[in-house]
């Protein structure tokens, strides 16, 4: 059985199909890029899988069970964590802090009594900050982190409740090309160690060709292709709608 199952999804905005009639299946373990031109459709997608929208058809499935149209919080309990391509970080607290807040909400405390938590599972938000390799920032202000380093705060906090499938929406947007390569590697060891299915979207093509296990293709709201890395840089059809930017260039060059 798959991890994520997505049968004929489809949202309209007034008149514009955003997405429409598309499917695809996600494993454990696996890493699974979701590309596609600007407006394409793909945080559409992602929102109906992590329930802040629900599709108008079709199905999603989470390890075989039908989670179409619940709200974020039930999905979210259920083992469906998410990043933002905005980090959302609290950035007058310190790293650690951070992550307990988050340890906090999987364990369903309340915020407000963070005065009295500020011990909160210490030691498991450390644990978490090191698989992120940021236990050495932990006493540190998010405020001061460079953006490469929220973003790896970030993952840890979407790791603080255990997922078993986690959603990243542009997890490197507004990286520098070299640390996205580097987030996207460690998010990778993480999700394989863990089980963890991961599905993204991404920009860069050094990212998506080297990291993903596989890829799918979405353009004016429809699946044009999916499979392997490989399969998806030779085919005309993807070349075709990447006219013009990196995927061809790469392959020319
Ligand atoms: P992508 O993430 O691939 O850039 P989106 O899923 O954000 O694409 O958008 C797909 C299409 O749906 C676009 O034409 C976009 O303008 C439209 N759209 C997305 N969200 C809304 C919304 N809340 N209201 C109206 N139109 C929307
Ligand atoms: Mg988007």
């Keep these: 059985m798959s991890l994520l199952q997505i049968e004929g999804i489809s949202k309209a905005f007034g008149g514009v199909q955003a ?140 790791l603080a409740h255990d997922p078993r499938l986690l959603l990243m929406d542009e997890p490197t947007a507004g990286m520098a090309p070299g640390e996205r390569v580097a987030l996207m590697q460690l998010a990778r060891r993480i999700a394989q160690e863990r089980r963890m299915g991961m599905l993204f979207t991404e920009h860069s093509m050094d990212v998506v060709f080297g990291q993903a296990d596989r890829v799918a293709v979405l353009v004016r709201g429809q699946l044009l292709a999916q499979g392997t890395p490989q399969k998806i840089r030779d085919d005309a059809r993807v070349q075709q709608a990447y006219l013009g930017t990196g995927l061809v260039r790469e392959r020319t060059a």
């Design 19 to 158: 997405v429409q009639n598309v499917s695809f299946r996600l494993q454990a373990g696996e890493l699974l890029a979701l590309i596609g031109p600007n407006g394409a459709g793909k945080s559409t997608t992602f929102n109906m899988v992590g329930g802040q929208l629900a599709p108008d058809r079709g199905r999603v499935l989470l390890a075989g069970r039908d989670i179409t149209g619940l709200p974020p919080r039930a999905i979210w309990r259920l083992g469906v964590g998410r990043t933002f391509q905005i980090a959302q970080t609290f950035a007058s607290l310190t790293v650690a802090e951070n992550v307990q807040m988050a340890l906090l909400s999987a364990d369903r405390r309340i915020f407000s009594w963070w005065p009295r938590a500020a011990g909160h599972r210490r030691a498991d938000a450390l644990a978490l900050l090191e698989q992120v390799d940021m236990q050495a920032q932990a006493g540190r202000p998010c405020s001061e982190l460079a953006y490469g380093d929220v973003k790896r705060v970030e993952l840890a906090m979407a």
